[in-house]
């Protein structure tokens, strides 16, 4: 079958670039191993997920954001990042920006079937779901696809977007820096005596950290990270150990607390590709940078890559230059490159950082926050570059 594009996965992010792409009329095949019903009809997974103005305004851009039910939007007015138990704490609002909040929460299920939903008003994009990639060929003028069950995708340009344990990424012989912090993180929502002020609040505690998200006044999202072992004991807590604990964590600042619905909860290992294309095979999302998810840039920066690509494929269509040409691929990978990696490498030291129980690193980081807050240009280089301003 030939095409001008193939996109291999249909997550959010390789969903992102095929619609970011309808203008082209570009004829785009995307490749999923699960059912239509898994990406038609997402199911809960219990990430909220932390929008940038920026991304809502690539969200916009793409057609995507219009889809979003509004009430399921939550804007974040303040964020707190706090050490341990101390009162000091980093402090962000929405002075800062553009806009009267510093950001939204969505929840994932809501961004994936907004991207779906506007996907199927898209002629030119096919989806073929039940279908596993074997190998991809490419040569001079194409790349193929070769499926398990003998069907060959030919194209200009072959994206690889299966996410952050990519088997492609290593079947086209692309290497990644890959970090397991062996930890994992929790997610569920609770509900609140007190009202959460739409603050969102990340507490690093010294075996912890505690993340709560405002989604409506008495009702937040909550992320706990624990290595793998006090993980476990966590996850076999009852519901009403859980209330008292998250309680005394927060030292009573919500009131009584009550969790609703599941539990979920994720391995914490990170990825960061060395190359971000080979041949005229291209990475994007999480199997190019796999983000902790910590400091909530996941998507955010997939969503960067997105419009950094489609921006360099277009040229390429109005230059009339073969799309799939390693001058183009080039380009994206340095302008990614330059993005990503400052925040990835900032993630992974943070996350070391407030995981070290050392007494001097302990000493640091409580200096570290209390230096950055009343730094205003360290605070100012973090809303600019990382989360917040709009753009
Ligand atoms: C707990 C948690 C909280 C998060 N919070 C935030 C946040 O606040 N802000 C933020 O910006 N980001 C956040 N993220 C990150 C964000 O969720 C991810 O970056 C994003 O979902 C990755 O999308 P993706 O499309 O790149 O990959 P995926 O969602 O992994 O999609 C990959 C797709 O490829 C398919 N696939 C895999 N292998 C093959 C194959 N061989 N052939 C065909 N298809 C294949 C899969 O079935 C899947 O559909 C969070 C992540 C977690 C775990």
């Known amino acids: 079958m030939k095409f001008d594009i193939t996109i291999i996965g249909a997550g959010p992010s390789g969903l992102s670039l095929a619609c970011s792409l309808a203008k082209t009329k570009l004829k785009i095949a995307i490749i999923e191993k699960n059912s239509k019903k898994k990406f038609s009809n997402p199911q809960k997974d219990g990430r909220d997920i932390a929008l940038t103005h920026r991304s809502k305004n690539i969200l916009k851009k793409i057609g995507i954001w219009k889809n979003i039910n509004p009430k399921k939007i939550s804007p974040v007015r303040e964020a707190r990042v706090l050490d341990g138990n101390s009162s000091k704490y980093l402090h962000f609002d929405h002075v800062k920006t553009v806009e009267n909040s510093l950001g939204y929460l969505v929840p994932n299920y809501v961004i994936r079937k907004a991207i779906y939903d506007k996907l199927q008003t898209l002629k030119t994009i096919k989806i073929f779901a039940n279908n596993e990639v074997l190998k991809i060929v490419s040569n001079k003028s194409s790349s193929k696809v070769y499926l398990k069950n003998r069907k060959i995708f030919e194209s200009k340009l072959t994206v690889v977007a299966d996410g952050r344990l990519s088997k492609i990424r290593e079947k086209i012989g692309i290497y990644a820096n890959k970090t397991n912090f062996r930890a994992a993180m929790s997610v569920f929502r609770m509900k609140h005596q007190f009202n959460n002020d739409n603050i969102a609040s990340e507490y690093f505690h010294y075996n912890q950290t ?43 600042k919500l009131g009584k607390m009550n969790i609703i619905g599941k539990k979920y909860t994720y391995p914490m290992l990170t990825v960061y590709s060395n190359e971000f294309y080979r041949d005229r095979s291209v990475l994007i999302g999480d199997a190019a940078v796999g983000m902790h998810p910590v400091t909530a840039h996941g998507f955010n920066l997939n969503l960067r890559g997105v419009d950094i690509l489609q921006n360099k494929i277009k040229k390429a269509l109005m230059d009339s230059v073969d799309i799939g040409n390693a001058d183009i691929l080039k380009k994206y990978e340095k302008n990614f490159r330059k993005v990503s990696l400052p925040i990835y490498l900032a993630t992974n030291a943070i996350v070391r950082l407030y995981t070290n129980q050392k007494p001097i690193i302990k000493l640091a980081r409580k200096s570290l926050l209390i230096l950055a807050d009343a730094m205003k240009p360290a605070k100012n280089a973090i809303i600019d570059n990382l989360l917040l301003k709009n753009s």
């Open 210 to 252: 505690l993340a709560i998200l405002p989604i409506e006044k008495n009702l937040s999202s909550i992320v706990v990270t624990l290595q793998n072992d006090l993980s476990k004991e966590f996850l076999n807590m009852t519901k009403k150990e859980i209330n008292q604990k998250i309680e005394n964590d927060l030292k009573g």
